[in-house]
């Protein structure tokens, strides 16, 4: 755990410390500070980065939107090793694995939009 911002570490990535399923948002909670993450489920799913939704070479989206249905929800969640997660969608997706670190770079709380600019 770091010192300075309460975050549990594994080789330089972060690791949350809990992620729960609320109807339509998945809430990542990174530290014990009150860093939480309010993730609306249907972006999540359209973000997925899985060789099937993103062209592997030039990372073009391959995911027609379309194709997901606004009501889309996270049916499980399956930690991956040290460094992700999987998660099976209602849509019948749950072939993408969701790194810490592509979370926290897409993390919704305010501070992390602003320093994004």
């Not at 990542?28 to 609306?40: I, K, S, T, Y």
């Not at 969640?77 to 019948?92: C, Q, T």
């Not at 072939?95 to 602003?114: K, S, V």
Request: charge should be neutral; proline fraction near 9%; charged fraction near 20%.
């Amino acid at each position: 755990m770091s010192p300075e911002n309460n975050r549990i570490t594994r080789g330089g990535a972060v690791l949350p410390r809990a992620i729960r399923r609320r109807g339509p948002i998945l809430e990542v909670q990174w530290d014990d500070q009150g860093h939480l993450g309010a993730f609306e489920t249907r972006a999540v799913r359209l973000a997925c980065p899985c060789a099937g939704c993103v062209e592997e070479m030039t990372g073009r989206p391959l995911l027609d939107p379309a194709t997901v249905p606004l009501d889309v929800t996270a049916e499980a969640l399956e930690p991956v090793g040290g460094y992700g997660l999987r998660i099976r969608w209602s849509d019948g997706h749950s072939t993408g694995i969701y790194t810490y670190g592509f979370l926290l770079a897409r993390c919704p709380c305010p501070a992390c939009t602003a320093s994004r600019g």
